[in-house]
């Protein structure tokens, strides 16, 4: 199940990067005794405060222009936080000086 939340997770950000012909996503994958966590990571527009705090609700969009008819019904995250809380795990993202980062982590079975 985590390469579910991984494919979600990138796949939401490729989509938001429609106008970019290349985008780098950084993969970190630290695991323990105890847990796995997996990073995500890229450079793209700083996401403000009070927009992060709101970006795992169902359709939620960070940018206003974008309408439904990209395709997309803005569920991704949402849909990637249900898959993690599932496994009892936490998902989170930060965002600062241009660079994102969500974090994901699921206990050792």
């Known amino acids: 199940m985590q390469r579910l939340s991984a494919l ?6 490729l989509g ?8 780098e996503i950084e993969i970190i994958v630290i695991q ?14 700083t996401i403000p405060k009070e927009k992060l705090e709101r970006i795992f609700e169902q359709f939620y969009r960070l ?3 974008r309408g439904s008819n990209n395709g997309g019904a803005d569920l991704g995250l949402a849909i990637a ?10 998902i989170a993202a930060k965002s600062k000086n241009e660079v994102i980062e969500f974090e994901v982590t699921i206990p050792s079975p």
């Open 63 to 65: 940018d206003t222009f």
């Open 16 to 23: 938001e990067g429609s106008f970019v012909k290349e985008i």
């Open 8 to 13: 979600d997770l990138v796949e939401t950000r």
């Open 81 to 90: 936080k249900d898959i993690v809380n599932l496994h009892n795990g936490t």
């Open 32 to 45: 323990d005794e105890n847990k796995t966590t997996i990073k995500f990571i890229n450079h793209g527009n």
